[in-house]
Nanobody
Framework: VQLQASGGGLVQVGGSLRLSCAAH?????????MGWYRQAPGKEREIVAS???????SYADSVKGRFTISRDNIKRIVYLQMNMLTPEDTAVYYC????????WGQGTQVTVSS
């Protein structure tokens, strides 16, 4: 199983990015709860958003109303649409798959410049 995150980059305050996390060799993708986490320099990794197999979503308070998590079970991809970005959103973003086992992607850097 491999989770490949992509879509990070440098964006100005107020801008948008869409992160993608593709699951390879994971035929049971639809049974996994998928999550996006982030880790800023000097800080602990924190959960940003999650989506379960029933597509029920959950968000950290700091991103509610700005970020949207979604999944495509056919393509085996989970997305994180990030709008109205602020410098506080700067971090490495990781995707995670959790069911019987837990898998992490390699991370993608998001930098928001003011």
């Amino acid at each position: 199983v491999q989770l490949q995150a992509s879509g990070g980059g440098l964006v100005q305050v107020g801008g948008s990015l869409r992160l993608s996390c593709a699951a390879h060799a994971m035929p049971s993708f639809s049974l996994h709860t998928m999550g996006w986490y982030r880790q800023a320099p000097g800080k602990e990794r924190e959960i940003v958003a999650s989506i379960n197999p029933g597509e029920i979503t959950s968000y950290a308070d700091s991103v509610k109303g700005r970020f949207t998590i979604s999944r495509d079970n056919i393509k085996r991809i989970v997305y994180l649409q990030m709008n109205m970005l602020t410098p506080e959103d700067t971090a490495v973003y990781y995707c995670k798959a959790n069911w019987i086992s837990t898998y992490w992607g390699q991370g993608t850097q998001v930098t928001v410049s003011s």
